[in-house]
C-alpha cells in the first residue's frame, strides 16, 4: 500500500514568498542573464550565415563577429564620443547660470499670469538642477558597475549562440513529449519576436537619432550631439521618451537663444512624423505592434524593479508574453468554448 504526501498550502505560499524574495535579491543577475539569453538569440541566426557562407566554426565565427562589433562601436566612438563628452561636460557646467536664466525667462513669459509668476519664484530651480546633475552622476556610477553584468550576459550570450541547437534541444527536452511539439514551435516564435523586436528598435534608434541631430545641428541649437543622442536612448518608450527630451531640449534652448524655440518644436515634429509614417511602417511591416499602455506599464514596473537596464528589456519581455498568450493561452480558451 502506497501512501501520498500532500503538500501543505501554506509551505507553497511561503515557498513562492521565498523564491520572490531570492529573485529580487538577485535581481541584476536574473536580468544579466535574460539579457544574454536575448543575445544568443540574436547572434544564432548570424553564425548560422557565417558557417553557411565563409564555412567557419560557431566559434570562429563568434569571434569574428564579436571583433565586427567592437570595432564598429569604437569607430562611432572615435567621430562622436568626444563631441558627445564636450558637450556633457559644457552643459554640466553651465547648469547654475541656466537654472538663473530660466528662471528670469520665465517670469517674464508669466508676468500676465500672477498665480503661475508665483509658482515660478518659489521653485528651486537651482537645487533641481543640482538634483538632475546628482541623479546623472549616479546613473554614470550604475552604469560602470553594471559593466560587469554586460560582459557576464555578453558571455552568456555566446556560449548560447555557439552551442544553440544543444541549448534548445535540451529546452524542448525538458517538456513531456506529447507537448514536445508544440514547445518546440512556440519557443521559434518567441525567438522570431526577439529579433524582429530587436532589429526594429535598433534600425529605429538609429535613424531617429541621427535626423534629430542633423536636424538640431541645422537649425544651430546647442549640445546638439547630446540632444540627438537622448532622443535615440529614450525613444524606446514609447510618447513619454520624446516627450521628456522635447521638454529638456525645449527648456534648455530657451536659455540659450529662445528664437531657436519653434526650430526645435518643428525638427522634433518633422522627426516624429517620419517615425510613425515611413520608419516605423518599414521596420515592422507585418509585425504585431506592441500595445503601448502596456508597455509603458511594464517598463515603470521594470524600472522600479530592475533600474534602466530594466526598461529596456521591458518591451522585448512583452512581445514574448503577447507571442505566449496569442499561442498557449487564447487556443486553450477557445478549445475550452468549443467543449
Known amino acids: 500500500m502506497t501512501t501520498t504526501t500532500k503538500t501543505h498550502p501554506y509551505f507553497k505560499v511561503l515557498?513562492?514568498?521565498?523564491?520572490?524574495?531570492?529573485?529580487?535579491a538577485s535581481r541584476m543577475m536574473v536580468i544579466a542573464s535574460l539579457i544574454g539569453v536575448g543575445i544568443g538569440v540574436l547572434f544564432s541566426p548570424a553564425l548560422d550565415r557565417l558557417q553557411k557562407w565563409l564555412k567557419l566554426k560557431r566559434g570562429y565565427g563568434a569571434l569574428l563577429l564579436i571583433v565586427g562589433i567592437v570595432t564598429l562601436t569604437a569607430t562611432i566612438l572615435t567621430f562622436f564620443g568626444w563631441v558627445i563628452v564636450d558637450q556633457v561636460n559644457a552643459l554640466i557646467e553651465a547648469l547654475p547660470e541656466f537654472s538663473v536664466k530660466l528662471r528670469a525667462t520665465l517670469e517674464k513669459v508669466f508676468d500676465k499670469f500672477p498665480w503661475m509668476l508665483q509658482q515660478v519664484k518659489d521653485f528651486d530651480f537651482a537645487g533641481a538642477a543640482q538634483k538632475t546633475l546628482q541623479y546623472f552622476l549616479q546613473g554614470a556610477k550604475t552604469t560602470f558597475i553594471a559593466i560587469g553584468g554586460v560582459v557576464f550576459s555578453l558571455i552568456i550570450g555566446i556560449y548560447l549562440a555557439v552551442d544553440a541547437d544543444s541549448y534548445f534541444n535540451g529546452t524542448i527536452r525538458a517538456f513531456p513529449p506529447k507537448h514536445r511539439d508544440r514547445a518546440h514551435e512556440v519557443l521559434r516564435k518567441c525567438s522570431k519576436v526577439v529579433r524582429v523586436w530587436?532589429?526594429?528598435?535598433?534600425?529605429?534608434?538609429?535613424?531617429?537619432?541621427?535626423?534629430?541631430t542633423l536636424g538640431l545641428l541645422i537649425v544651430g541649437v546647442k549640445y546638439w550631439a547630446l540632444f540627438g543622442l537622448m532622443t535615440a536612448i529614450l525613444g524606446i518608450i514609447p510618447y513619454v521618451g520624446v516627450m521628456i527630451v522635447v521638454v529638456i531640449v525645449s527648456l534648455i534652448t530657451l536659455t540659450t537663444d529662445a528664437s531657436l524655440v519653434p526650430w526645435v518644436l518643428l525638427v522634433f515634429f518633422i522627426t516624429q512624423q517620419i517615425e510613425g509614417?515611413?520608419?516605423?511602417?518599414?521596420?515592422?511591416?507585418?509585425?504585431?505592434?506592441?500595445?503601448?499602455?502596456?508597455?509603458?506599464?511594464?517598463?515603470?514596473?521594470?524600472?522600479?524593479?530592475?533600474?534602466?537596464?530594466?526598461?529596456?528589456?521591458?518591451?522585448?519581455?512583452?512581445?514574448?508574453?503577447?507571442?505566449?498568450?496569442?499561442?498557449?493561452y487564447l487556443p486553450a480558451i477557445e478549445d475550452s468554448r468549443a467543449l
Request: glycine share 6%.
Open 198 to 212: 530587436f532589429s526594429a528598435q535598433l534600425i529605429d534608434m538609429a535613424i531617429i537619432g541621427l535626423i534629430t
Open 277 to 328: 509614417n515611413v520608419v516605423l511602417p518599414m521596420v515592422m511591416k507585418g509585425q504585431a505592434e506592441i500595445p503601448e499602455a502596456l508597455l509603458i506599464v511594464v517598463m515603470l514596473f521594470f524600472g522600479f524593479w530592475f533600474g534602466l537596464l530594466g526598461v529596456f528589456i521591458a518591451p522585448p519581455f512583452v512581445a514574448v508574453m503577447i507571442c505566449l498568450y496569442r499561442a498557449l
Open 15 to 24: 515557498l513562492i514568498i521565498v523564491l520572490l524574495v531570492v529573485l529580487y
